[in-house]
């Protein structure tokens, strides 16, 4: 199956997810009012949206125009960078959200028991099925080399997802089993703000991570993805015939599913310009055979 064909699957089954489990969430929190519980279904249903878009992204990033004649490949980073940027704030409000729920019953007094509800089964259920599909979608991007930057996107997005979920799970177990006119009482008004802030410190990496990795690829950073180089460079060396010393350097660069090689020759002679742009077409046609969306480009 073709890349884009196996990107746009696992895309479609992430937003077919996304939604149902998000609405579900959002019921869940009208239920309950469990500010855990909307940090959960908000974040899933944002994914079902950004799930949609990056389908799109997914049909149109190879077309090309006549401003971009390469095609629109930075469409699919820049995707990653609002993406993880977008988690980031969504963090942080929420963060800020239940801080002030807690804020207000410890200085003020003032707060409602949280009231559990169906919260316990809901989020339990979306752990287990988060992080299964996070695994998927990672499995279905290590099928087609790391190539697709929206399912590393997605992957991550729904591990974390998959993390507050089994967070808020945790939290309201432990609002059943304590007292609530007990020494540690005051969970049952304070219970998610606590587990908010757990699950920030053990997700938030992941986001980073993610707009650092996208923002190289839109700013036109060398890949650093070893297994890409090394058969990238495998490929070009064994289909060249000219000496390895005229070979200065072979540079990978990605963005979104676009790699271009750039062989650099170093003090190129008629015969090694010749032997090069004699074996480009060949050269090219192995490099297609296991990276579709790949260009090479020599440099003299």
Excluded: W
């Excluded at 073709?2 to 077919?16: D, G, S």
């Excluded at 959002?26 to 878009?53: H, K, R």
């Excluded at 979608?137 to 930057?149: G, K, V």
């Excluded at 996208?214 to 064994?238: H, N, P, W, Y």
């Amino acid at each position: 199956m073709h890349q884009k064909q196996i990107e746009k699957k696992a895309l479609l089954i992430t937003a077919v997810f996304n939604f149902f489990s998000g609405t579900a969430g959002i019921i869940v929190y009208i239920l309950t009012g469990l500010n855990a519980i909307l940090l959960d279904g908000v974040f899933t249903f944002i994914a079902f949206l950004s799930a949609v878009v990056a389908i799109l992204i997914s049909q149109n990033s190879h077309k090309q125009t006549k401003s971009f004649p390469q095609g629109l490949h930075f469409m699919e980073p820049l995707y990653g960078v609002f993406k993880a940027a977008f988690t980031l704030f969504l963090l942080g409000m929420t963060v800020v959200e239940s801080a002030s729920d807690a804020y207000a019953y410890f200085v003020e007094g003032i707060g409602a028991p949280i009231v559990p509800g169906p919260a316990l089964p809901y989020a339990f259920l979306m752990a287990v099925l988060c992080i299964l599909l996070s695994f998927y979608l990672r499995r279905m991007n290590q099928s087609i080399h790391h190539a697709s930057t929206m399912l590393a996107a997605e992957s991550k997005s729904s591990l974390i997802d998959g993390l507050i979920s089994a967070g808020v799970g945790l939290a309201v177990l432990v609002i059943r089993l304590v007292a609530i006119d007990g020494t540690f009482g005051f969970l049952h008004y304070t219970g998610d703000f606590f587990i908010i802030i757990f699950l920030v410190i053990v997700s938030i990496k992941e986001p980073i991570d993610v707009l650092k990795e996208s923002s190289k690829e839109l700013f036109g950073a060398t890949l650093d993805d070893g297994e890409t180089i090394q058969a990238v460079r495998m490929i070009v060396k064994e289909g060249l015939a000219i000496k390895e010393d005229d070979v200065l350097d072979i540079l990978v660069y990605k963005q979104g599913m676009k790699l271009v090689a750039n062989v650099v020759i170093q003090d190129p002679e008629p015969e090694v310009l010749k032997t090069c742009l004699d074996a480009k077409p060949a050269l090219q046609e192995t490099l297609n055979a296991k990276f579709p969306h790949i260009e090479l480009v020599f440099t003299f």
